[in-house]
């Protein structure tokens, strides 16, 4: 029940007393663990920008130590915004204190009393507020039923499994009804089968309930299938934003394109062609026209024919019975899963993935591969993605 403005958020951990740093030209920064570290200190989070709109379901998404948990902290006033300006429904909240921000969040951790039964645990929050006792019953009982837990508020959190316990912490968050529910991986301590089914509770919590949410994993499937926009982030700076299928579809550089889409998106060493106003790839005896589409964002930005880095998803790469005009690759592992198999393969010196599913359209079985087998690939011109040197969509 809250739009959030985030305007320039950065975040400078200072160096400790007495640390000491490398030698450098004065005015240059240095470069540790990939954040950049200043006189003033490492920069954790730099010049952060996002509206999101009320009720707005957003996830950050990065690998460790890219400054998602630390934004979100941020949001929740855990941790001092060095630089910028946070405005939570158009007010200023900087020097708001944690507590005064109408937010709540759940941690990785579930952080429940071990002596408190679920309903205590849940009303906690509530009591401090010195909340009418008929009212707490009437959240506890509410958000419990949201949650399916109704049968669990007797017990203690030691008799619960993990999914339960991650129920009662996100219950005991929307009691208090906040304007925003901040989530910090709240998923990775669940094994896949009860992550999958707390990401479909996490779904219908959200269509339950009025509150805006921001998000934080490190695993895009589930920034893919929570978020209405997905923030994807590396080395404290802000890499794309965009609906989960602008990201797929769009990559804005190499980084997103290899980040989001499992299995990653394989790259190539080509070259892009231009010959009577028209745009086509090469790479490894396989020559592809761009798509209509792709044709006029080049023709656009007036990209001139280049070496590049060519980008095609495991999934978008086709077998080919002609040797012809298509990539040479040679299969190292053939990984059956079921419907599909994955050949790991090596094309024009590079470790590519290939999906194939085991039948085609008739029903009948595709022939199989083994090791040391070659591999006719081809794709299509509408799914090539043309990077630059500097790991940059040229079509952007």
Known sequence: MAALNLKGITKIYPHSAGQKKAKRKKGEPEKKTNLQVTDQGVIAVQKFDLNIADKEFIVLVGPSGCGKSTTLRMVAGLEEISGGELYIDGQLVNDVEPKNRDIAMVFQSYALYPHMSVYEN???????????????????????????????????????????????????????????????????????????????????????????????????????????????????????????????????????????????????????????????????????????????????????????????????????KESGNTLTASVEVAEMMGSEVHFHANANGRDVVVIVPTMDAKGEHIDTFHTGDKLNLTFSGSVCHVFGKDGKNLEF
């Open 122 to 320: 849940m009303a906690f929050p509530l009591k401090l507020r010195k909340m009418d006792k008929a009212e707490i019953d009437r959240r506890v009982k509410e958000a419990a039923e949201i949650l399916d837990i109704t049968q669990y508020l007797d017990r203690k959190p030691k008799a619960l499994s993990g999914g339960q316990r991650q129920r009662v912490a996100i219950g005991r968050a929307i009691v208090r009804e906040p304007k925003v529910l901040l989530m910090d991986e709240p998923l990775s301590n669940l094994d896949a089968k009860l992550r999958n089914q707390m990401r479909a509770e996490i779904i219908k919590l959200r269509q339950k309930i009025n509150t805006t949410f921001i998000y934080v994993t490190h695993d895009q499937t589930e920034a893919m299938t929570l978020g209405d926009r997905i923030v994807i982030m590396k080395d404290g700076f802000i890499q794309q934003i965009g609906t989960p299928q602008e990201v797929f579809d769009h990559p804005a550089n190499i980084f997103v394109a290899g980040f989001i889409g499992m299995p990653q998106m394989n790259f190539f060493d080509a070259q892009l062609e231009v010959s009577g106003g028209k745009y086509a790839v090469s790479v490894g005896g396989c020559r592809v026209e761009l798509s209509a589409d792709k044709q006029a964002n080049l023709t656009a930005h007036k990209v001139p024919a280049q070496s590049i880095t060519l980008g095609v998803r495991p999934s978008h790469m086709v077998l080919s």
